[in-house]
């Protein structure tokens, strides 16, 4: 018994499955078909499975290929082609696909239909009106407006101005600015690059006359480089330098400190008492230097308190 044959096209994302979507030019299609017998089960085509594209109305089949079977499954073929304009599609265009095949000693024909967008011309259009759709079909073909055809450069998005570079000089110097005066400044800074003090507008002064202008409000340079050369002079024995001190540590150690006491007289009495020897004879406390055999300091107490100062040897 003669079993029908059944296509059944493999495109769940469309619920009208004959249609085959929107393309732009140079994009690749693929087409898959299935096969079957009225039971549901996939059956291989006897024979080719011939794949046919028409433009709009006419008999004229610009593809016409043999589809290929798919993945090693009963029934399933594919055909992939690109939609090149050298093929013949064009732009706006709407194409049939005609798909034929043999099986089990019966024929079948199904057709599916795809379309080209459609370019935006702009030589004779100022503005387009980018409206929902039109704008998102255009952006569908591409992200860049290489869609757009004609003269480009014709083309003026409303806003925007349209002047030339003459028109914004004028109306720049409407506003009192001069171009012309602006560039002859800089090239004259230009012009003087390499010697910036000839410069209009700059201090033309050379080093003599700038010492001369500083010296005459009261300073001399002069003078301050003798007393810095002085110091250069001395740096390595800064104690010599004029208005520093010149006294050598001995010196400084002779100063009085009080009741003509110098320091360093001082300094060693505090050194005994506070770590020299001592000693305690009925009501007197000895103090002796640091140098083991000087009595430096004798006290006499009473009742824990210091009575008289029998001794006092700093020297």
Do not use: C, P
């Given at each position: 018994?003669?079993r029908a044959l059944w296509?059944?096209l493999?495109?769940?994302?469309?619920?009208n499955?004959?249609?085959?979507?929107?393309?732009?030019?140079?994009?690749?299609?693929t087409?898959?078909?299935?096969?079957h017998?009225?039971?549901?089960d996939?059956?291989?085509?006897?024979?080719?499975?011939?794949?046919?594209v028409?433009e709009?109305?006419?008999?004229?089949?610009i593809?016409?290929l043999?589809?290929?079977?798919f993945?090693?499954?009963?029934g399933?073929?594919?055909?992939?082609?690109?939609?090149t304009?050298?093929?013949g599609?064009?732009?706006?265009k709407?194409?049939?696909?005609?798909?034929?095949?043999?099986?089990?000693g019966?024929?079948?024909?199904?057709?599916?239909?795809?379309?080209?967008?459609?370019?935006?011309?702009v030589?004779?259009e100022?503005?387009?009106?980018?409206?929902a759709?039109?704008k998102?079909?255009?952006?569908?073909a591409?992200?860049?407006?290489?869609?757009?055809?004609?003269?480009?450069?014709?083309?003026?998005?409303?806003?925007?101005?349209?002047?030339?570079?003459?028109?914004?000089?004028?109306a720049?110097e409407?506003?009192?600015?001069?171009?012309?005066?602006?560039l002859a400044?800089?090239?004259?800074?230009?012009?003087?690059?390499?010697?910036?003090?000839?410069?209009?507008?700059?201090?033309?002064?050379?080093?003599?006359?700038?010492k001369?202008?500083?010296?005459?409000?009261?300073?001399t340079?002069?003078?301050i480089?003798?007393d810095?050369?002085?110091?250069?002079?001395?740096?390595?024995?800064?104690a010599?330098?004029t208005g520093?001190?010149t006294?050598?540590?001995?010196?400084?150690w002779?100063?009085?400190?009080?009741?003509?006491?110098s320091?360093?007289?001082?300094?060693?009495?505090?050194?005994?008492?506070?770590?020299?020897k001592?000693?305690?004879?009925?009501?007197?406390?000895?103090?002796v230097?640091i140098?083991?055999?000087?009595?430096?300091?004798i006290?006499t107490v009473?009742?824990?308190?210091?009575?008289?100062?029998?001794?006092?040897?700093?020297?």
């Open positions: 018994m003669r296509f059944i493999m495109f769940a994302s469309i619920v499955a004959d249609y085959l979507g929107s393309h732009a030019i140079d994009d690749y299609l087409v898959m078909e299935t096969l017998d009225s039971s549901g996939g059956v291989a085509a006897t024979g080719a499975v011939d794949i046919w028409y709009d109305d006419t008999d004229v089949q593809v016409d043999t589809m290929d079977a993945d090693s499954i009963t399933l073929y594919e055909q992939k082609f690109q939609l304009a050298a093929t599609f064009e732009a706006g709407t194409y049939t696909v005609l798909i034929q095949a043999t099986a089990d019966a024929s079948g024909i199904i057709t599916h239909t795809f379309q080209i967008l459609a370019s935006v011309n030589a004779s100022d503005n387009i009106d980018f409206g759709q039109k998102t079909s255009l952006n569908a591409t992200t860049d407006l290489s869609a757009i055809t004609g003269d480009k450069a014709s083309y003026k998005a409303t806003g925007f101005s349209t002047h030339d570079a003459a028109a914004v000089k004028t720049i409407a506003g009192g600015s001069s171009l012309a005066q602006i400044d800089s090239g004259e800074l230009q012009t003087n690059q390499g010697n910036w003090i000839t410069a209009t507008g700059f201090s033309t002064h050379d080093a003599a006359a700038v001369t202008a500083i010296e005459a409000g009261g300073s340079l002069a003078q480089l003798a810095s050369g002085e110091l250069q002079t001395n740096q390595g024995a800064w010599t330098a520093f001190s006294h050598d540590a001995a010196a400084v002779a100063v009085t400190m009080e009741n003509s006491k320091y360093a007289q001082v300094m060693r009495v505090f050194a005994a008492v506070l770590s020299g001592s000693s305690v004879a009925t009501d007197q406390i000895t103090f230097g140098d083991g055999t000087t009595d430096r300091l006290v009473s009742s824990g308190a210091r009575t008289s100062v029998d001794t006092w040897d700093g020297d």
